[in-house]
């Protein structure tokens, strides 16, 4: 495994510091509306979210979950090709609209979702910036109208003349989340992010957990390469998530120093 970034060097695509960055709702409407390319009403953002219905199935962690007045958009931040993002996205699609209707509630209750890959390579090598999917009918072409759209984003995208330049500067910052980049474009909305990266980086607290969760990553890495399974890595994702949403931020670093609370706390949750 190789040695962690320090996090003051950082990049966007990290998804550690995407899911942080992602909790400013201001920061994470900019980011969402350059890649639609729309505006949005007022937003409600939590990262990392977890769903999980019965710990007999897998669980699904949401890197991004954002919601309007009009839909509910996840947004994930993904880094390595595991040549299975069709059938993530319908997985992912599963679990949002599983958790977003009531007993009694109609069908047709169903918000619209939009479900966001930004990928660090192109997922489907035809060197566009952006793939947009929506289900269509074969034999006419016309929408099944079900509302759901997924889009797959590619820092890698050739199609210069086909995408706006803010989507683009977008896509550059992901990558290269620098003052220096930031100071060769114009481009208000990549400020604004780039200004709220700078401040997360200033927080000592924030790094402190940041260490601790690369030094969770190197553990589980290292147990799962023994075991030959990667469940660990998510497990320890999960787990950080999970202690977060419920308030015990504070006890995170005692995950990598005893032994027991960490199996405490697995068990707790069921991972």
Not at 143 to 153: R, T
Not at 225 to 237: A, D
């Amino acid at each position: 495994m190789a040695q962690p970034t320090r996090f003051q060097d950082l990049n966007l695509s990290n998804a550690f510091l995407f899911a942080a960055a992602m909790e400013d709702e201001e920061a994470c409407k900019v980011f969402i509306e350059t890649i639609l390319g729309e505006q949005l009403g007022n937003i409600t953002v939590k990262s990392e979210r977890m769903i999980m219905f019965n710990s007999d199935f897998r669980c699904v962690r949401l890197d991004v979950f954002a919601s309007d007045e009009k839909r509910d958009i996840n947004v994930e931040m993904q880094n390595e090709n595991e040549h299975n993002l069709p059938k993530r996205s319908r997985y992912h699609q599963a679990q949002m609209d599983l958790s977003s209707l009531k007993p009694g509630q109609d069908f047709n209750d169903l918000k619209p979702i939009v479900i966001i890959f930004v990928c660090t390579f192109d997922p489907f090598e035809d060197g566009l910036y952006r793939y947009t999917y929506e289900t269509i009918c074969i034999e006419t072409g016309k929408p099944l109208g079900d509302e759901v759209q997924k889009i797959f984003i590619s820092t890698k995208g050739k199609n210069k003349e086909q995408v706006p330049e803010n989507l683009i500067n977008l896509l550059n910052y992901v990558v290269n989340s620098t003052d220096n980049y930031v100071d060769s474009i114009s481009d208000g909305n990549v400020e604004k992010l780039h200004s709220r990266i700078k401040a997360l980086k200033k927080n000592r607290q924030l790094e402190e957990k940041y260490m601790t969760y690369e030094e969770m990553m190197k553990i589980e890495y290292s147990k799962g390469k023994r075991e030959g399974k990667e469940e660990g890595t998510n497990s320890i994702l999960r787990l950080i998530s999970e202690m977060t949403a419920n308030g015990m931020s504070a006890d995170i670093p005692r995950l990598s120093t005893d032994v027991e609370f960490l199996k405490e706390m697995l068990q707790k949750y069921q991972l």
